[in-house]
């Protein structure tokens, strides 16, 4: 074998390794934020749990905040996966019953799922920076499901206005099950979220079909 063989050779477990711990350290930060949120992420544990010493976690991941990014695609990724399951079962073209499915799956979700999912909107990055691309991407997948289903009651709108009103769609029913979950509207208690929900989204849909046959 020659040098650049060897070398070769040498380097793959070397990055297989690097990539375990890279995994086993992702899966500590999400283990500790779903236990406790984001105060929970500290690197002493975080080294501890995965096994490494403090130092490395550096060479693992550029900081914390990318760790947590890393933990907040994760959960992108669930949510997308969650979101997923419940479509289609509105039927054929019934796109009140679809956003219905999905804004209860969405609930369902932040329930189970509760300071992994607080953590998608309360993490704060310690120096202002734009997102990672695969970060952003994540974010998307979810989005575009809305968009697609928005579609045929918006064909006048472009691209860029099908993306506005889908995430103006998704933060007002995040905010109607954020606001029930933490508790923080005394009118709208836990078990009044669904119907709450299923009640804003009929309205929606029934003032955006109105527009649409608007003259």
Aim: with cysteine.
């Amino acid at each position: 074998m020659n040098n650049v063989q060897e070398k070769k050779s040498r380097s793959g477990p070397r990055r297989g390794l690097r990539e375990e711990h890279r995994e086993r350290l992702v899966a500590c930060a999400e283990a500790a934020i779903a236990a406790g949120g984001l105060p929970a992420l500290r690197a002493r544990d975080l080294a501890a749990c995965a096994g490494v010493s403090l130092g490395a976690i550096y060479n693992l991941v550029e900081d914390l905040d990318e760790l947590t990014l890393l933990v907040g695609q994760r959960t992108m990724a669930r949510l997308d996966a969650a979101l997923g399951r419940v479509e289609g079962r509105g039927g054929s073209g019934d796109v009140g019953a679809q956003l219905i499915a999905w804004a209860r799956a969405y609930a369902g979700f932040a329930a189970e799922h509760h300071e992994l999912w607080r953590a998608l909107f309360e993490f704060r990055m310690a120096r202002p920076r734009d997102f990672p691309e695969w970060f952003a991407a994540a974010q998307t997948r979810v989005f575009e499901r809305l968009e697609a289903t928005l579609a045929p009651l918006v064909p006048a709108l472009d691209a860029a206005q099908l993306r506005a009103r889908a995430r103006a769609l998704f933060a007002a029913v995040h905010g109607i099950v954020a606001l029930g979950i933490e508790g923080k509207l005394v009118a709208l208690p836990a078990e009044a979220i669904d119907a709450e929900l299923v009640a804003f989204v009929e309205t929606y849909v029934a003032g955006l079909r109105k527009i649409g046959a608007a003259p």
